[in-house]
C-alpha cells in the first residue's frame, strides 16, 4: 500500500465529509460529496494499480460515470431549488420534520 | 476480463427488457402523436414483459462471473416487477419521463438481485435511487422538492460510505467479490457498506431521510418506496451478508422495530405514521435477514425473509394506496369513516390489523415466522424487544381504527371513487388469504 | 395422499357461505330474508352429512389434516378432519334435528326484531358444533367448544331487554368458562408433553402414557364435560338458560351444544377409560344427576323448565352409562334424547306461540289437547319415546343402559330403575297437566290456535325419528365400528333382555300410573302440596339447597376474588399501564424531536450510526 495516496485518499474523505456535515449551503455540500466519492476512487485505482488488476480499474471508470450522473441529478435539484425563490441552503428546507 | 467480452445475458433478460422498454418510452414521448396513456401502457406492459421473462430465467444456472443466480434473487426480482405494476398504473405524469425512471429503477433493483460482486452492486444501488430522487421531486406535494434534496444528500453520502468501505474492502482482499475477509481493513470496509445496506433499509439512526421522503412524495409513489425499494434493500443486504456477523443486524433490528413504532404514535400526517410503521417493519425484515444469517443462511430461513416481504407487499401497497383513493392525509380526517364509507373502511381494517399482525391475516404469518426463526437462530434479547415494539404498534394501527369506527366524523368527505379502490380491496382480501393460507 | 370426499368440504362451505352472503348481503339489505340462504345451506349440510354416514357405514374412514394452517419446528396448527363412526353417528342427528329446528325457526322467530341476528348466530352455533364433531384434533376441538358457548351466550340474551336473560347468558357463559378451564389444561398438557393433539396419535399411544397424567387430563375431561353437559356441580346453568328463545332451547340446551360434553368423554374414552377409578366416579355423578334432576323436573311449573330438568337428568344418565363402560349406549341414547327432546321443545315452543307469550307454566296451560291436536299428537308421541314406551325410541336406548346397569350390580340397577321410572313421572306429569284438564287451578289463554304448518312439520319429521330410531340398533353399532380404534374394546349394544326389558317397562308403568294418580285422580294435588308445605316448594325452587351454595360460592369467592382482582386492576395494572403509555409517549416525544427536519441533522446521524457501527465492529 502506497502511505502517501492512502493519506491522501483519507484526507480527502474527512474534509469531504466535514464539508458535507458542517457546511449549510446545498453546493458546498455537494461539493463535499464529490470529495469523498473521489477519495474512494483514488484508493480504488491505487489498489487496482498495486495489484495490476483491470477489474479495479473498469470499477474506477464505472464509479466515475455514476458520479458524473449524480451530479447532473444533484445540481438539477440544487437548481430548482434556486428557481423556486429560496436560497439553497438547508435552513431553507425544513418543512418535513417530527 | 473476459466477463466484459461475454456477459451472460440470459440472467440479464428482464433487466434487458426494462432497459428496451425505458428507450421505447422515451422514444415514444419524443413524438407528439403518442398519448401518455399509451406510454403508461407501454411501460406497464414492459414491466409484464420483464415478468414473463423472469419465468424463463434459468436462476438454478451456474452463476457467471460477476452475477450470481440464486432462487432469492429470482423471488425478489418477481417482487420488484410486482411493486412497480400498481404504480405505473396509477400514477398521473405530466410527460413520458416519470414511467421511464420507475422502469430504470427497477431495473438497478434487478441488478441487485443478479449481482454477485460488489462494484455490481453498486452500480445496481444508484441505478435504483438516482430515478427515485427525480420521481420524489416530480411529485404533487409541496415539499416535495425539499424531500428529493433530502433524499439526495442523504443517499448519494451512503453510497458515498459504500464506495469507500468497497475501496477498503479491495485492498484488504484485492478482489471485488463477496469473499469476507479477515483483515482489520477488510472488516472496517464491510461495516462500511453494511451501514449502506441499512441507511436503505431505513434502520435506525440512519432513517432520518425515510420519514421525510415518504411524506413528500404522492401515495403510490411511497407504496412503491416502501415495497420495492425497501425490498431491494432487503436484497442488498443479503448479498452483503456473507461479509458481516448477525448480531449487528439483531441489535439494529431491535432498535429500528422500537424506534420506529414509538415515533409513529405522535404522527399527525398519516403518510408520515405510516413511514414510521414502515421503518417498524423494516426491522422485522432486518431481524428475519439476522436469523437467517445467524442459521447459516438457511433456506428456510430465507423464506421467512421473503414471505415478510411478500406480505408486506400486500399491506402496504394496500395501505397507501387507500390514502391516494380516500384521499386523506391527516389523522384526524379519519373520523367517522367507517360510517360514511363502510366498504373501504373494511378494507382498511383488515390492512392495518395485518399491519398489527393480528391473526388470521399475511402480517401475523409474517411476524410470526420471523419470531419463530429467530427464536430459533438464538436472538432472544432482541426477539423480546422485536415483541415490545410489536406491541406499542397496536396503539396506533388499533388507534386508527378506533378513530374510523368509534369516532364522529367533522367533515363531509368528498366522494371519488377511483380506479385503485379496485387494488385497495384485492390487497386487503390478499392479505388475508395469505395470512389463512401462509404456504401458497 | 388420502381422498377428502366433497361433503367434508361442504360440511364447512356450506354454512360459511350461507353466512357471508347473510351477513354482508342479505343483512344490510334485506334482513327478513337472512334465512333463507341459511336454511339452503342446512339441506346441503343434512345431505353431506347422509352422505358421510353411508360412506363410514360401508366401511370407509377418514383421519386427515384438510389444511395446515402454520408450522414451527414440530408444533404446528393444523385444521384437519376426522370422520368416522362415533363422529358420524351424532353428525347424523345433529345436522338433520339442526337443520329441522332451523326451519322450525324460520316461523318461530318470524316478526321478531332481531331475526337476522338470531339467524346468523344460530347457524354460526350449526356451523360449530359439525366442526367439533368432525375435529380430529384436541386444539381444534376445544376452539369449536369455545365458539359453541361463545354461540349459546348470544343467543340465550338473544332478547337483550330482558335482565333474565341477560343474567341467564352470563351465568350459562361463566359456568361454561369454568368448564372451558378444565379443558384447556387438559389440552394444554397434552400438547406440553407430546406436541400433538391428534385423536388417532393418543389413542395408539394411550396405553403407555404416564397413569398421572392420564388421571388429570381424564379428570380435566370429565370436569369440562360436567360444565357443558350440566352434571351435578355446575349444572345450575342449563335450566336458567331456558330465557331464550325456544329454537335455541330446543337446538343447543336439548339436542346438540349440551351433549358436546358427552361426546368429549366418548371421544377421549381410550384416555379416559384406563384411568383406574375415574370410570366409576363418572357413573355415580352422573347417577346422582339423573336422579336429583328428574325429583326436581317433578315440582317445577314452567313447560321449559320441566323439560330443562328433564335434558340434566338424561345427560345424567348418558354419563351413567359412560362410567359403566356403555359408550354405545350412551351415545345410542344421545342421539334418541336429541330427537325426542328437541321435538318435546318444539311442542313447548308450540305452546307458547299459541298462547303468544314467550313461555308458559302449567298454571297457564290445561285442556290443550282441544286447541292444539296436532302439537298434542306429536307430543304424546316424543313423550312415550322419553319414557321408554315400546318399541319407541327410547325404550331401546334407556333399555341398553339399563341392561349394563343391571349387570353391574344392584346399586347400579337400583339407580337404573329410579332413572326410568323418575323420566315416566316427570314426563306423563307434564303431558297429563298441559293436555288434559283444564284443572280449577289452570287458566289456560281464551284463544289458543294451532302454529303455521312451518312449526308443525318439522316437529312432526322429528316426531318420527322419535319413534323409529330405536329399531336402528345394529345398524348402529356396526357405524360405531368402523371408527374405534383397534386397541380399545369395541363398543356393542347389549342384546335386549326379557328379564331387563321387563323391569324397565315396570318402572315406567310405575311412574305413568303415579303421575296418572297425582294429576287426573286427584286434579289438584299438585297445586295442594304446595300450599300446604311452603317450606319444601321453597327447598324445591333452591334445587334442595344447591343453588344457595352456588349464590354464596358466587358472593363469597367470586366477590373476593373479584376485589382483588379490582385492586390489583387499579393498583397495579392501570398504573403499570399509565406509567408505560406515558413512557411510551416520552419516548415517542424525544424520538420525533430528533427529526429536526435539518439535512444537516440528518447527515450527522448518518454518519453517527455509520461510525457506530464501525466502532462497534472494532470492539467486537
Known sequence: ?98 | MIWLLRPPLELLQPQAVLAVGALCVLAAGASRRVGLGLIKAMAGASVLAALLMLMTTPFWAASPPLLSSDILGWAFQGLFLCAALPLLYLMKPADEIPPALVLASVLGMGLIAVSGNLLMLFIGLEMMSLPAYLLVARSRSPQALEGAVKYFFAGSAAGAIFLMGMALHFAATGALSLEPSTDPLGIAGAFLMIATALFKLGAVPLHFWLPDVYEASDPELTAFFSTGLKAAAVLFLTRLAPLAPPWAMAWAAALTILFGALVALRQKNLQRLLAYSSISHAGFMLLAVAAWMAQGRSPRASLAVFFYLAAYLFMSTGTFLWLKTEGVSEREEMRGLGKARPLSAAALAVLLLSLAGIPPTAGFAAKFLVFWEAFKAGLYVPLILAGLGALVSLGYYLGLIRDMYFEEGTKPLASAPHPARAVVLACAIASILLGLMPWL | MIQIPLAVYLLFLAPLTALAFGFFILRPWKPEWTHIPILISCVVVTISTAFLAAFVYSGHGLDGTLFRWMMAGDWSIVFGVRVDGIGVAVLSMVSLVGALIHFYAAGYMKGDPGFSRFFLFFHLFYLAMIGLLVSNNYVQFYLFWELVGACSYFLIAHWLHKPTARRAALQAFMTNRVGDFGLMLAVLLILARYHNTRFAMLYTIAPGMAPELLALSGFLFFWAAAAKSAQFPLYFWLPDAMEGPTPVSALMHAATMVTAGIFLLVRSWPLIGSVPGLPNFIAAVGAATAIGAALLACTQKDLKRILAYSTVSHLGLMAFALGLGQVAAALFHLVVHGFFKAALFLCAGNVAHGSGKPTVSVDEAGGLKRSLPLTYACFAIAAMSLAGVWPLAGFYSKDAILDAACERGPWAMAAGLAIAMGGALYISRMLFLTFFGPRAEQKPGEHVHEAPLIMILPVALIVVGAFSVGWLGRHFTHLLLSGWPETVPLPVLPELSAKVSGMGLAAMGCGVAISYVLTMRLPSFDWDWRRRHPGLEAAFACDLGWRKVVAWFAAVVVRGADRIGRVFDHEVLDAAIEKSADACQKLSQTGSSLATGSLSDSLWWLMTGAAALLAWAGLR
Open chain 1, 1 to 98: 500500500m502506497n502511505p502517501l495516496v492512502w493519506s491522501a485518499s483519507a484526507t480527502l474523505f474527512l474534509f469531504g465529509l466535514a464539508a458535507l456535515i458542517l457546511r449549510r449551503e446545498l453546493l458546498a455540500m455537494f461539493l463535499g460529496l464529490e470529495l469523498m466519492v473521489l477519495a474512494a476512487v483514488l484508493a480504488l485505482g491505487e489498489t487496482a494499480a498495486r495489484l495490476g488488476d483491470s477489474e479495479g480499474f473498469v470499477a474506477v471508470l464505472l464509479i466515475l460515470a455514476i458520479a458524473a450522473a449524480e451530479a447532473v441529478v444533484g445540481l438539477t435539484l440544487i437548481l430548482r431549488v434556486h428557481w423556486s425563490g429560496r436560497p439553497p441552503e438547508t435552513e431553507a428546507l425544513r418543512e418535513l420534520k417530527g
